[in-house]
């Protein structure tokens, strides 16, 4: 793996968490990059669910995949 990145932004009640991964390598990178976007979700509503008894995690999946650079891109709403 050459870049690794995690951000969020929040859209109305939601936090999207962003994975991006970049990697030189031929080997797929997209459950490294999943796991990395489901522990900051489950980080974020660890510290919510006290504040929100309802808050809850959902769409954890691959949105875009470039094969010349394996650029992947996770996204899981909470």
Same mark, same amino acid.
Request: proline share 3%; glycine share 2%.
């Given at each position: 793996?050459? *870049?690794?990145?995690?951000?969020?932004?929040?859209?109305?009640?939601? /936090?999207?968490?962003?994975?991006?991964?970049?990697?030189? *390598?031929?080997?797929?990178?997209?459950?490294?990059?999943?796991?990395?976007?489901?522990?900051?979700?489950?980080?974020? *509503? #660890?510290?919510?669910?006290?504040? #929100?008894?309802?808050?809850? /995690?959902? #769409?954890?999946?691959?949105?875009?995949?470039?094969?010349?650079?394996?650029?992947?891109?996770?996204?899981?709403?909470?």
């Amino acid at each position: 793996m050459e *870049y690794a990145a995690i951000t969020h932004r929040v859209e109305a009640l939601h /936090i999207i968490v962003t994975v991006e991964v970049h990697t030189i *390598y031929k080997t797929g990178v997209e459950v490294e990059a999943m796991h990395g976007a489901a522990v900051t979700a489950l980080t974020m *509503y #660890d510290m919510l669910k006290p504040v #929100d008894k309802e808050v809850s /995690i959902s #769409d954890i999946r691959l949105e875009e995949k470039k094969e010349e650079n394996l650029i992947l891109r996770t996204t899981p709403a909470l």
